[in-house]
Every structure is written in structure tokens, then in C-alpha cells.
């Protein structure tokens, strides 16, 4: 082997189709390691909760539960939703966002699962498995190769022709180990091609893990914007142009009150032709409410999201404010909690 090195000595090649054999295993497994390892830190980027896996893999214990990233936002916006009331508006969108955020946790749990049983288990099994074999044969198949190349050099030398029969018999003998076992690694090494066959069904499966992952956290916060429904865009334009109110008030009527006195013109954007005909009638109709609403006082009245209630105008009643009407209880409700149902 050195004297192959220094260029002292002959060596015999291996035939083309066996390099390329060799040369296509080794690209599968550099390639697989460096998909391997990729795919861990995409579905768990943290490195030190990587390492902590990986040890207790070594060791054959289960690692302790943790909450993920998207498990613990939601349980933060649960807590702070429960701190500032669920009667609230913002503490209860607070609380539906913190659920879908939790629901979205778990599903980012199966995929890993799923992930690590169909696709990255396979890989790590290719590498620590059929490869090591494909390692363990090479190496045997190069120390024939020098068997052989040692016994052609010795054979050279020879010069009495005792010695000349010897070195031919040998030559003859490593050659036969050889060509055996050059003839086992490429039996391994084409076996090569079913891998990449294994592999593309592994990858089909992790697709289809990712595919469900994102289509269910679509409809986890597509769900969520139908339960918050629409903000009121005096709400939206409030916080634009004037964040000093909302702030700065306590309850949401004085909010609303303030927003109103200044963006008059938003408050004509919301008193729709709907609404405006309720007013100038003495009939009454149907509405969704959009969100939550808590009363400020007795003339009021409190509202759930995406209940339905009966309303109505009376005269000399506030622009931004209509009568609301649920079986016996009666009130006052802001129209930009309201939607009008036809």
C-alpha cells in the first residue's frame, strides 16, 4: 500500500462498472447524511433539545415531555386571556388564539412522529446499516486487491523457478479471493438502486406528513378567523391614526365613544343603508354579533360572539348605538359589534 502511494509499485484497477457502483453508493451516502440531519434541525431547530434526544436515544430511555414552541404561546395567550377575563373581547380572542396555537403544537408533534418513523428512520438505517456492510466489504475487497498486488511483485522477483511455481500458485489463490470478492461488493453495491427506490417511497410519505401538517394548520386558523370575525374598522383606524384612546380607556364604550368623536368618517363608513333604513323605521331585524361585548352599565346590554339578536332603533338614540332585544333582557349594543342579517 505504500510503495502504491510513493508510485513504486503496480496496482490493479478495479473494472469500470464496480467504480461506478462505488462512486454511486458513496454519493447516496453523503447525500443521505447531509438530508438526515437537515430534515432533524427543520423539525426540531432547536440544537440542544437535538442533543438531549440524542442522548437519551443512546441511552434507551424515553425523553421527558416538553412543550413546543406553538404549545407554549398558547398556553401564554390562554393565561394572559384568563388574567384579563373571557367576558373581554381582547381576553377572549386571546384564549381562541391560544387553543388553535396549542392545536397547531400538537400537530407539529405528529408530523415529527410521523416524520422520524416513515422517512428518517429508514435514512439512518441505510447509513448505519447497509452502508457499514457496503464500508466492511470494501475494505475486505481492498485488502484482497493488495494481497494480490504483492503476490503479481513477488512474482516478478522471483528468479529460481521453485520460487517462480510458489508465486504463480499464490498469485492464482489472491487472484480467485479477489475476483470473489469483488463479485460479493458488487452484489451489495446494486442493491444500491433499490435503496433509492425505498428511499423515494420514504420521501412520498414525509410529503404527505408535511402536506397534512400545513393543511391542518389552514384550517386551524382559518376556523380561528371565523370565531374572532371582523374587527370594527373604527377599532382598526383607531389604531392607525390615534393610539392614545384605546389605551388610555378602560371600558370599551368609552373606547368606542372616542374613536367615534374623532374619525367622524369612519363612523359614516359603518352605518350602512341597513342600518340607516332600521333607524329611519320603526321596524326591526335580525343581526350576528361579531365578537364579545361586556356592558358598561344597566342601559346596556352584553353580547357573545356569533350569537343572533333581534334589534331595533328608538328616536333621539345615539348614531353609533341601536336597542338590542334576547328573549326578557334589553339594552343598549354598538352597531359595530353588529351584522346585520337580511
Not at 486487491?145 to 511455481?165: F, G, H, W
Not at 423515494?200 to 401538517?213: G, I, K, P, S
Not at 389605551?247 to 369612519?266: E, F, G, K
Request: glycine share 4%; hydrophobic share 35%.
Amino acid at each position: 500500500f505504500t510503495e502504491e502511494k510513493l508510485g513504486q509499485a503496480e496496482k490493479t484497477e478495479l473494472d469500470a462498472h464496480l467504480e461506478n457502483l462505488l462512486n454511486k453508493a458513496e454519493c447516496t451516502k453523503l447525500w443521505t447524511e447531509k438530508i438526515t440531519k437537515q430534515t432533524e434541525v427543520l423539525l426540531q431547530p432547536n440544537p440542544n433539545a437535538r442533543i438531549e434526544e440524542f442522548v437519551y436515544e443512546k441511552l434507551d430511555r424515553k425523553a421527558p415531555s416538553r412543550m413546543n414552541n406553538p404549545e407554549l404561546l398558547g398556553q401564554y395567550m390562554i393565561d394572559a386571556g384568563n388574567e384579563f377575563g373571557p367576558g373581554t373581547a381582547y381576553g377572549n380572542a386571546l384564549i381562541k388564539c391560544g387553543e388553535t396555537q396549542k392545536r397547531i403544537g400538537t400537530a407539529d408533534r405528529e408530523l415529527i412522529q410521523t416524520s422520524a418513523i416513515n422517512f428518517l428512520t429508514p435514512l439512518r438505517n441505510f447509513i448505519e446499516g447497509d452502508y457499514k456492510t457496503i464500508t466492511k466489504e470494501r475494505k475486505l475487497l481492498q485488502n484482497k486487491r493488495l494481497d494480490l498486488d504483492a503476490a503479481k511483485t513477488r512474482l516478478k522477483k522471483a528468479k529460481v523457478a521453485e520460487a517462480r511455481a510458489a508465486s504463480e500458485q499464490e498469485v492464482r489463490m489472491t487472484q480467485s479471493e479477489f475476483d470473489r470478492q469483488a463479485e460479493i461488493t458488487r452484489l451489495l453495491l446494486e442493491g444500491i438502486s433499490s435503496t433509492h427506490a425505498h428511499h423515494l417511497r420514504c420521501l412520498n410519505d414525509f410529503v404527505e406528513a408535511q402536506m397534512t401538517y400545513y393543511a391542518q394548520c389552514y384550517q386551524y386558523m382559518l376556523d380561528l378567523q371565523k370565531q374572532l370575525g371582523s374587527f370594527p374598522s373604527t377599532f382598526l383606524s383607531n389604531n392607525n391614526q390615534s393610539s392614545s384612546a384605546p389605551v388610555q380607556s378602560v371600558s370599551a364604550p368609552s373606547v368606542m365613544a372616542s374613536a367615534s368623536a374623532s374619525l367622524p368618517s369612519v363612523s359614516n363608513s359603518i352605518v350602512t343603508s341597513g342600518i340607516s333604513e332600521l333607524k329611519s323605521s320603526s321596524g326591526s331585524r335580525k343581526a350576528r354579533v361579531l365578537y364579545d361585548y361586556d356592558a358598561a352599565n344597566s342601559s346596556e346590554l352584553s353580547l357573545l360572539a356569533d350569537e343572533v339578536i333581534t334589534v331595533y332603533s328608538i328616536p333621539g338614540m345615539d348614531s353609533d348605538w341601536l336597542m338590542g332585544e334576547r328573549g326578557n333582557q334589553k339594552g343598549k349594543v354598538p352597531i359595530t359589534y353588529l351584522e346585520l342579517l337580511n
